[in-house]
């Protein structure tokens, strides 16, 4: 299922806390998919807590605590990182990361607790969302089969790689435009993991967004930004990166487009995207200037210049899923649609 979906998924199932109609939730994918963030965005949306609890490092007594004598009887002690309604408030996410890498020993420990809120005298609080995830067999991670009692407690969704929910993400979260239109560029890149070689860096949507940040570091360093970028996303993908980054003299006049000059298209395949890229993320900074409607007119005016209409297309449906339908009030928008009506994405 697509990122977006899922994020819709956990959304209900947090939401559903509240009606008693919560089912707690497994993510399975590859390595670096962006499992944890998705949970995490859910708890930044609501303002809520997430607690991480990374199974794979406990010994059962971990989940269940330590006992203690009281008198003639032997109770049990509460591990503080469990969800506490007066310590970590009534609502929040109990996340067990890292799910598939924990022995049976653990995994028969956390039985109660994922399905019955309860770990003996310990009860979630009703508020309370719970989702898990981890890898699968053929990941080539430290993976157990999942047991079936604790298969059984789950609802089970496995993420796939999906280039327009990434990009989207990207241009949310200001991730460097010259690596969206890279990625735009080279769409099968966004994730490449062959477990039978068991690579120590690959492509996928977390390697990229450390690209990002050696992007940030060592782009005034050629000498150094192709290694850093090697080490991030492998050694093919970072030559093929710092290759692009440095033919991306060649754009046009950025600032020119967005005053509505004629500029020409590079023919350059690679620069189309890079400009798009940018395009769009001039318009994402421009949404509270007092302007914003004339630079969405020029660079919508721009895009239905490109000789392959679906470059325009991909740049105007970048543009909707950033800034959204304030694209429908341009008037130049209406003209480019009849124009490219016959490419138009259904999901614009």
């Given at each position: 299922m697509r990122p977006a979906q899922l994020l819709t998924v956990l959304e209900r199932e947090f939401l559903s806390t509240q009606e008693g109609h919560?089912?707690?939730?497994?993510l399975w994918g590859p390595p670096g998919v962006g499992k944890s963030q998705m949970v995490a965005q859910i708890g930044r949306h609501h303002g809520m807590p997430v607690i991480d609890i990374r199974l794979s490092q406990m010994e059962p007594s971990d989940l269940r605590g330590i006992p203690f004598r009281v008198g003639a009887q032997v109770e049990w002690a509460i591990?503080?990182?469990?969800?506490?309604?007066?310590r970590h408030?009534?609502?929040?996410?109990?996340?067990?990361d890292e799910i598939t890498s924990v022995p049976p020993s653990v995994s028969a420990a956390a039985y109660q607790l994922i399905l019955d809120r309860r770990l003996g005298a310990y009860v979630v609080p009703d508020g309370w969302a719970i989702f898990a995830a981890g890898n699968r067999q053929g990941d080539r991670g430290v993976t157990?089969?999942?047991?079936?009692?604790?298969?059984?407690?789950f609802s089970h969704y496995e993420v796939d790689i999906n280039l327009d929910d990434w990009v989207a993400w990207a241009y949310a979260n200001r991730i460097d435009e010259r690596l969206?239109?890279?990625?735009?560029?080279?769409?099968?890149l966004l994730f490449e993991f062959d477990p039978a070689h068991n690579p120590v860096a690959f492509p996928s949507p977390r390697s990229w967004e450390f690209s990002h940040r050696a992007l940030q570091k060592f782009g005034d360093l050629p000498s150094l930004l192709t290694g850093a970028l090697q080490a991030c996303v492998g050694p093919a993908a970072g030559i093929e990166l710092s290759a692009f980054v440095e033919n991306l003299d060649k754009l046009p006049d950025i600032d020119a487009i967005?005053?509505?000059?004629?500029?020409?298209?590079?023919?350059?395949t690679d620069l189309q995207y890079a400009v798009a890229a940018a395009l769009v993320g001039r318009a994402?900074?421009?949404?509270?200037?007092?302007?914003?409607?004339?630079?969405?007119?020029?660079?919508i005016e721009f895009?239905?210049?490109?000789?392959q209409r679906e470059m325009g297309v991909m740049l105007v449906s970048d543009m909707y899923r950033a800034i959204g339908q304030e694209i429908f009030r341009v008037p130049q928008f209406s003209r480019w649609a009849n124009i490219v009506a016959d490419v138009m994405l259904y999901d614009l």
């Open positions: 919560h089912t707690p939730v497994m591990p503080a990182m469990l969800p506490d309604a007066e408030g009534k609502q929040g996410i109990l996340f067990l157990y089969t999942m047991p079936a009692p604790l298969a059984n407690r969206i239109a890279f990625l735009r560029f080279r769409p099968e967005v005053r509505g000059d004629v500029v020409k298209v590079p023919r350059e994402i900074r421009a949404k509270q200037e007092s302007n914003a409607q004339v630079i969405f007119g020029n660079i895009a239905g210049s490109f000789p």
